[in-house]
């Protein structure tokens, strides 16, 4: 199971984190994403990290503000969101795709956690 915590309220401009915690020994051998789906719309993808660590995919609206990393010896990835904007509200999900292979899809990744919301709004 994947578990996010963070998230909240946040003035436009202002900054919030998330976390997301997986269980089990393998986590390294799992490449993870954060995916969100604003209100009245579907899921989409924001970003994903490969289980190296060493390749990123942002979606453009994010890039250069939002910025994903990840421990594995605490099986813990992160999202920190700097500069947000009104259009970032939504509900955000942790996902976990096993293997090395980055993906933008939904299909393609196994593990979801229940999601967390987020509000930026002044």
């Known amino acids: 199971p994947l578990v996010e915590s963070g998230g909240g309220l946040a003035q436009p401009g202002g900054s919030l984190s998330l976390s997301c915690v997986g269980s089990?020994?393998?986590?390294?051998?799992?490449?993870m994403g954060w995916f969100r789906q604003p209100p009245g719309k579907d899921r989409e993808f924001v970003v994903a990290?490969?289980?190296?660590?060493?390749?990123?995919d942002y979606v453009d609206s994010v890039k250069g503000r939002f910025t994903i990393s990840r421990d594995d010896a605490t099986t813990t990835v992160s999202l920190q969101m700097n500069s947000l904007k009104p259009e970032d509200t939504a509900v955000y999900y942790c996902?976990?795709?096993?293997?090395?292979?980055?993906?933008?899809?939904?299909?393609?990744?196994?593990?979801w956690g229940q999601g967390i919301p987020v509000t930026v709004s002044s």
């Open positions: 996902a976990a795709r096993y293997g090395a292979t980055s993906s933008r899809r939904t299909v393609d990744f196994d593990s």
């Open positions: 089990g020994r393998t986590f390294s051998s799992y490449s």
């Open positions: 990290i490969r289980s190296s660590g060493g390749y990123t």
